[in-house]
């Protein structure tokens, strides 16, 4: 008889085996033929490959193919359990693949703090990026309006008080407070306090491991200081002869000639946008000096300009150059020693032109000193701006806040000047203006815009790929639904 003993799931049955009996020959019943009869079953194990332990058994027994997964709620296993039951996979037991899968997920799922982990860093990084951007933008503005300002309050203080160099040299020396207000701010926000001494020992590595010394005062000092007043006296000149949008507009190719001059002197590399951008700017400051002859006042304005322009672009390059980069502190103890060295050094130049009748102004009550404060109030902060934003946010967005001065300049010249703008300024500015934005692009513009388009491309054929695949597929079901089988070409 069959054993009513269910095996065990570790074993698999060998099948029922036939023995002969004695009983009949022995007791002398029958014919002395031999009776056959069932036994139990015996059950032997199996050499099976060794297969995962799945989850819920023990980890000592066995796969057989007695101990099977659930099929699904269908009733049929999985495709690829199909495949490998009829190809007679060695060591294959139904519902493997299907539970494979389930046990990967669920092993993701129960890897503890993989997914709270990673979140939290990606809004933080979301957060702070998005807080740099808004900052950004707010001193684009900052920037943008300071520069306008301080243009704007020059033009006004022109119709009172025609000394320029007097009024650089006044801006110049509220450059001694940069550092003060920078420490100011230290003492609001840092946890360690420091000693304006300390503070300004610290700051002093600028100029080298030893600090500011006399004759690091002197060298270091000497020449961008008479770079920095050559370039603000030669842009107020300028806006003696022109309007402010068109002196804004000029002095925006400093960044043109920037490039030349690290291309020429700093062997830095070379680039045919910024070539491109640098004929632009040369391209638009001739038509401005076109667009009123070349003759006049026009010319002179045009050319006081573009010597700004350069010296300023020789400032950058220099300081590049001897100094290198310079984090906040360091750059606000530069700008205040450059402050220094004008008050002690220069002092004599705006006495001498006030003798040689250069530049007379009468008694020091008559000033416009309201108007000769916030033309210093205001480069003072445009200073202060530019080089707080260089290192808190991008440097991209300050150059685009010095951009837009441009439009900001002739929308207050339109509006309350009553400034009427010839066809040939207007293409020039914006030609100089074009010029400038091609020169913010990255070194790595090109390689950059090719990845991209490789990957849209790429996304691209994967999306036609996919859709080709649903088509053909709905194309079979529906030829199948039909009794049409497709036969593919060979």
């Known amino acids: 008889m069959v054993s009513a003993e269910s095996p065990r799931p570790a074993l698999c049955p060998a099948g029922p085996r036939m023995s002969r009996t004695a009983e009949a020959g022995e007791d002398g019943g029958g014919d002395g033929q031999p009776s056959f009869a069932l036994e139990p079953l015996k059950t032997t194990t199996l050499p099976v490959k060794a297969s995962p332990t799945l989850p819920g058994r023990d980890s000592d027994r066995s796969p057989c193919y007695t101990d099977t997964i659930k099929p699904t709620s269908n009733g049929v296993h999985t495709i690829e359990d199909r495949i490998l039951r009829i190809t007679g996979y060695y060591g294959y037991y139904p519902g493997y693949s299907s539970h494979r899968r389930e046990e990967g997920s669920e092993s993701h799922a129960d890897t503890p703090g993989s997914g709270d982990s990673e979140t939290p860093s990606q809004c933080q990084s979301c957060t702070s990026t998005a807080l740099r951007v808004l900052g950004g933008l707010l001193l684009v503005l900052s920037v943008s309006s300071s520069w306008v300002g301080t243009t704007q309050v020059v033009k006004l203080t022109f119709q009172s008080f025609s000394c320029p160099f007097f ?256 066809v040939v300024r207007l293409a020039a500015t914006s030609i100089i203006c074009l010029g400038f934005l091609l020169l913010l692009l990255p070194e790595e513009w090109d390689s950059v815009t090719l990845r991209f388009l490789a990957t849209f491309a790429e996304k691209k054929g994967e999306e036609h790929g996919e859709e080709l695949t649903e088509s053909s597929v709905h194309t079979r079901s529906r030829s199948r639904a039909n009794g049409a089988v497709s036969i593919p070409l060979a």
């Open 167 to 422: 009024m650089t040299w006044f801006s110049t020396n509220w450059n001694i407070l940069f550092f003060p207000i920078y420490y100011s701010g230290h003492l609001v926000t840092a946890r360690q306090k420091q000693t304006p001494i300390q503070k300004f020992r610290e700051c002093s590595r600028i100029f080298g491991e030893d600090g500011l010394t006399l004759k690091l005062f002197l060298k270091r000092t000497a020449p961008f200081s008479i770079l920095w007043t050559l370039t603000n006296y030669l842009y107020l000149l300028a806006l003696r002869k022109l309007t402010a949008t068109d002196v804004s507009a000029l002095y925006c190719c400093h960044k043109a000639f920037v490039f030349l001059l690290s291309w020429i002197v700093l062997k830095d590399r070379f680039m045919g946008v910024r070539i491109v951008a640098a004929i632009m700017a040369i391209t638009g400051i001739v038509m401005m000096a076109y667009a009123d002859g070349f003759h006049g006042d026009s010319i002179i304005g045009v050319a006081f300009a573009v010597g700004s322009a350069s010296t300023s672009a020789l400032y950058k390059v220099l300081f590049k150059m001897f100094v290198g980069s310079a984090n906040l502190g360091e750059a606000a103890h530069f700008f205040s020693t450059l402050g220094f060295f004008n008050l002690i050094f220069i002092s004599c130049t705006p006495v001498i032109l006030f003798f040689t009748k250069v530049e007379h102004w009468g008694s020091l009550s008559a000033l416009p000193w309201g108007y000769l404060c916030g033309v210093a109030g205001l480069w003072l902060a445009f200073n202060i701006l530019v080089n707080v934003g260089l290192v808190l946010t991008y440097p991209i967005l300050i150059s685009i806040g010095t951009l837009l001065s441009v439009p900001g300049n002739a929308a207050v010249d339109v509006l309350k000047h009553e400034v009427i703008f010839s």
